[in-house]
């Protein structure tokens, strides 16, 4: 508010004028709503200069597509992996808030963690350790991984009840864990492009950019 009033610049609320109902947004999360609700609310705002048709309004809510974010991927087998780039607390919470309030299965999660060492993680590892009874730590492919090991350590201590493996690959965990019903891959967004790969999702680990910028190429 005090930017656009130094700015002489009209300044938009987003609040319930431009919820949006779930059916139109195949994205996980509370924030996501909120995410588009701002959209939608930019959209109407520059309608006289850019405009946009309810039509596609509509067709572009349905039809969004945030790979790396709270995917949800269902193998042959049934197993359900959700893969979520949370690596930062913002991430955290929000992965938390869904698998507490709307997780895709009955069941708690079975976690594949692996971070960037020059991110904060330890206090992400706190957040995410009750959530599971189970978790792999795993490093990251590049050299700024942190050390699973010391993820582990993390682990157990905030949750000395949950069982913490540690992996010398993700596709080690990926492979030890076959048979959970439900699978969370988490943490850096290198990590998640990995697994997109591994699991027949993506051509290649494009790195953080890369990742937020790839689409789904239609066959």
């Known amino acids: 508010e005090k930017t656009a009033r130094g700015n002489n610049?009209?300044?938009t609320k987003v609040n319930s004028e431009f919820r949006i109902q779930n059916s139109e947004l195949p994205l996980l999360g509370e924030h996501q709503k909120q995410n588009a609700a701002l959209a939608l609310a930019t959209v109407k705002f520059l309608q006289s200069q850019i405009p946009v048709g309810e039509k596609q309004i509509h067709a572009g809510l349905a039809n969004v597509n945030w790979p790396g974010r709270l995917q949800l991927v269902e193998k042959t087998n049934g197993q359900k992996?959700?893969?979520?780039?949370?690596?930062?607390?913002?991430?955290?919470?929000?992965?938390?808030?869904?698998?507490?309030?709307?997780?895709?299965?009955a069941v708690a999660p079975t976690l594949i963690v692996g971070f960037l060492g020059?991110?904060?993680?330890?206090?992400?590892?706190?957040?995410?350790?009750?959530?599971?009874?189970k978790i792999f730590t795993v490093p990251v492919a590049s050299e700024r991984t942190a050390d699973a090991s010391k993820l582990a350590n993390t682990f157990h201590t905030a949750n000395p009840s949950a069982e913490v493996i540690v992996c010398k690959k993700l596709s080690e965990a990926l492979m030890a864990c076959n048979d959970e019903p439900f699978v969370v891959v988490t943490g850096s967004l290198y990590l998640i492009g990995e697994a997109l790969e591994l699991l027949g999702h993506s051509p290649t680990n494009t790195g953080e950019r890369g990742l937020n910028e790839w689409s789904v190429k239609k066959v």
Do not use: S, T, Y
């Not at 979520?84 to 309030?101: I, K, M, S, T, Y």
């Open 9 to 11: 610049a009209p300044l």
């Open 81 to 105: 992996i959700l893969l979520d780039g949370a690596h930062n607390f913002a991430g955290v919470e929000a992965l938390r808030a869904v698998l507490r309030d709307g997780a895709p299965e």
């Open 118 to 133: 020059d991110k904060d993680w330890q206090p992400m590892c706190k957040i995410l350790a009750p959530l599971a009874v």
